[in-house]
């Protein structure tokens, strides 16, 4: 392992989307720390380091979820421990939309809508184009901390597992999978089923 675990940080964690994470880390060849699911995240930042610290490979894909709380809730205060964590690499995050309003959202550096298709333009909850003057802001009940800390790439989706069935789990979920995919090639980090 190298010295510093590498993270994709996934701001949802609800049951379908963490059945989706973990689906897809097993998929692409990566680890998930499936204790990090649940609506709200129902460990701190703190037990998800040290769970980090026994993975045997990496990069690590983690759930965080404030259960719709327009204020800093369990997922973000985790999220931001983990982030800033000196034992971990941030590599990437996928910033899911929600319909929760007064959140001011994170500009994300390319979305992915319900398509399947790379958009310069955010997404909604649906993986609709939702404003296409609206720079890239992705607005979710648990992506306002991803100011406030270093991440490399930010790729916008709608809910994990869900969009009108686009992302069924049944259908390998592929416009998460997209999304994780375009982190880790824009980290340069191979990965199971590359092409």
Do not use: W
Request: charged share 30%.
């Amino acid at each position: 392992m190298p010295e510093k675990v590498r993270v994709i940080l996934v701001t949802d964690g609800d049951k379908v989307a963490q059945n989706v994470v973990e689906d897809l880390a097993a998929s692409l060849g990566l680890r998930c720390i499936s204790a990090s699911g649940g609506n709200p995240t129902p460990i701190s930042g703190k037990e998800i380091v040290n769970l980090l610290k026994t993975v045997k490979s990496d990069p690590v894909l983690v759930m965080f979820d404030d259960r719709g709380r327009r204020d800093r809730g369990q997922g973000e205060r985790a999220m931001q421990y983990v982030a800033d964590h000196p034992d971990i690499e941030v590599l990437g995050a996928v910033a899911v939309a929600s319909n929760t309003g007064g959140s001011g959202g994170i500009e994300a550096d390319v979305c992915v809508t319900g398509t399947g298709k790379m958009v310069d333009h955010p997404v909604d909850k649906n993986g609709d184009v939702r404003n296409r003057s609206n720079h890239m802001v992705i607005k979710g009940d648990t992506v306002d901390v991803l100011n406030e800390v270093e991440v490399p790439v930010i790729v916008g989706v709608g809910d994990i597992g869900k969009m009108d069935k686009a992302d069924d789990i049944s259908r390998g979920a592929p416009i998460t999978r997209r999304a994780i995919e375009e982190i880790l090639k824009r980290s340069g980090i191979p990965y199971d089923g590359q092409q």
